[in-house]
């Protein structure tokens, strides 16, 4: 947490004064029951009218001087805390975009959600009341009992006694309760975790009808949530009670001592007054002191978990390399190897291929035979384990990240849109792009005619997600998005999954046709999107089953004919 306050550079003032102005707030506090000592002896006990009233607007001014006093505290707090928290959730931001797939992996995306909201409100909460109540309350605290003295030294010995016992139930409780706030904040990831599960996957629930069992998982979270915090809650319950108590024991003790002492002529009436204003004043702060430790407990807690993921670094280095070797292969892999972090098995063994420009490859293979993770590497979204991968003849570790990946134009297996326009979408690819090279790259992706069908045309809506496209229009967009930045290389992952076997070989015949004849490398489960490619990599369980054009794998690899005989036997076989 204390790494995170190099964050509050350029705030220092501002956090200086909004305790400056509690303090002056508390001082104005500590001085009415004074006054009122004042008005009851003298203005009431003596009849003094003038006295009566010159106190009593002294009592409305301290009270306005104090209320002014809170206003400027609250709003220096107020700025400071939300000021301070946004730059620590930019920067949040700003370090995750910075992480590579495997660093986000490892910390998982509800932690990552959990980082960026949750705990950024606790650390905002711990900052505001930090600046109002750290120096307030036991200013009052330790002003309440000077001032108590100063009224009646024996009486007062009541304070002495009695905030010794306050403070041991009120941090007791702190300290009990501190624990079970951490084991809440677990509980609450648990049910935020499962929230956002449930909502990303709602699709799939209602296709298998799981919305019983998800009610049910969702219940047990939740209940185990509920349990926690009612146990807290129950405990952090019995602190006003047993404070409250002690406090009207003492105020009895005092009202009696004070009643024996108001006999004897030793202080007057107006000072028992004053001294269990005092009292009571005590009580109220000790109470704000455990809510801020509390609260300050929770903070640090998140200021901890969110430090945690800014001591995540990269483990993937830029390179330098911004240009690449003349006639060099547009990609190749010498002899790759790749295991996720955690994995004991690889996910790609010894694989070797060379695609040099305006050349297509196809890559093919069951589930999990690692196509997804192939292509991934050729952007360098994750780094080989062993082996080298290289684009236009700079290996991808030297490469600059921003340079090499926009010379790639990459459509991931699962076709995502951002919430906007069709036009701002597709600027994505290029924000230069012109309205014409966003219809050329529309048209070759065979995405032109439901755009243009559209009123808006290119300003058409997008919601989050693409959700109000279907699954082919959304692959076609990712196409077009990949195309407007006219990119050297072209990885397809799957990306007409969704489309008729006519649209495919449409935009397939289109691709081909380019004008900047970029290097092609299409995923694909299909033999006939396939079979037009100069070679095809045949992938079983990571390892290269067969490498060469669709005539001789037929020949020669038998997982690639199994493959072709499948899909020819079924309903592709008018189509191949």
């Not at 006990?45 to 400027?72: H, N």
């Not at 015949?509 to 006939?528: D, F, G």
Request: contains cysteine; aromatic residues 6%; positive net charge.
């Amino acid at each position: 947490m204390r790494k995170l306050l190099r964050y509050m550079k350029g705030y220092r003032k501002k956090a200086l004064l909004a305790p400056l102005f509690k303090l002056l707030e508390a001082s104005m506090e500590l001085c009415v029951p004074l006054i009122v000592k004042a008005i009851i002896d003298r203005g009431i006990g003596q009849e003094d009218r003038p006295f009566l009233i010159k106190m009593t607007l002294l009592m409305v001014l301290f009270g306005l001087l104090g209320y002014g006093f809170a206003l400027c505290a609250q709003y220096f707090a107020a700025k400071v805390a939300t000021e301070f928290t946004g730059r620590v959730r930019y920067a949040l931001f700003d370090h995750i975009q910075s992480l590579s797939y495997s660093d986000l992996d490892r910390l998982g995306t509800a932690t990552l959600i959990t980082r960026m909201t949750s705990d950024t409100v606790q650390i905002q909460n711990g900052v505001n009341l930090t600046l109002r109540l750290l120096l307030r309350s036991p200013f009052i605290v330790f002003g309440a009992l000077i001032m108590a003295f100063l009224v009646d030294p024996k009486a007062a010995v009541v304070f002495a006694v009695i905030i010794p016992i306050l403070c041991v139930v009120v941090f007791g409780i702190m300290l009990i309760t501190i624990p079970l706030y951490r084991r809440v904040q677990n509980r609450l990831d648990a049910v935020l975790s499962k929230t956002r599960e449930h909502l990303a996957g709602i699709r799939v629930l209602r296709a298998f009808c799981k919305e019983e069992a998800e009610r049910q998982s969702f219940k047990e979270r939740h209940k185990e949530l509920t349990r926690e915090q009612l146990l807290v809650g129950r405990i952090s319950a019995l602190m006003n009670p047993l404070t409250y108590v002690l406090i009207n024991l003492a105020l009895l003790v005092l009202i009696y001592v004070g009643a024996l002492r108001v006999d004897l002529g030793i202080i007057t009436q107006g000072a028992v007054i004053a001294l269990t204003n005092y009292m009571s004043q005590i009580l109220v702060e000790l109470i704000k002191m455990a809510n801020l430790i509390i609260t300050l407990t929770k903070s640090i807690a998140g200021g901890n978990r969110v430090q945690s993921v800014f001591e995540v670094t990269n483990t993937m280095a830029d390179g330098t390399k911004t240009e690449g070797i003349a006639g060099a292969p547009a990609v190749e892999f010498r002899n790759v190897s790749f295991s996720y972090h955690g994995s004991s098995a690889e996910s790609l063994s010894n694989i070797s291929f060379t695609l040099m420009p305006g050349e297509s490859l196809g890559v093919i293979g069951g589930t999990g035979s690692g196509k997804s993770t192939l292509v991934q590497l050729i952007s360098r979204y994750y780094d080989v384990t062993d082996g080298e991968v290289l684009v236009d003849g700079v290996p991808v570790k030297e490469w600059s990240l921003k340079s090499l990946r926009r010379r790639i134009g990459d459509v991931p297996q699962k076709a995502v849109l951002f919430s906007g326009t069709v036009r701002s979408n597709l600027q994505w690819g290029s924000l230069d792009a012109t309205t014409e090279d966003m219809m050329a790259a529309l048209k070759a992706a065979q995405a032109e005619a439901f755009v243009s069908e559209k009123p808006e045309g290119l300003d058409a809506p997008v919601s989050a997600g693409g959700t109000n496209f279907s699954g082919g229009q959304r692959q076609r967009l990712t196409v077009a998005r990949a195309l407007v930045g006219s990119p050297e290389i072209l990885v397809l992952d799957d990306s007409a999954s969704a489309l008729d076997y006519g649209t495919d070989a449409a935009m397939r015949k289109a691709l081909s046709a380019l004008p900047q004849k970029p290097a092609r490398i299409i995923v694909s489960q299909r033999t006939v999107s396939l079979a037009d490619c100069n070679r095809i990599l045949v992938l079983d369980d990571g390892n290269a089953a067969g490498y060469g054009t669709h005539d001789e794998l037929l020949k020669s690899c038998k997982e690639y004919e199994e493959i072709y005989r499948s899909q020819a036997s079924g309903s592709e076989g008018g189509a191949a």
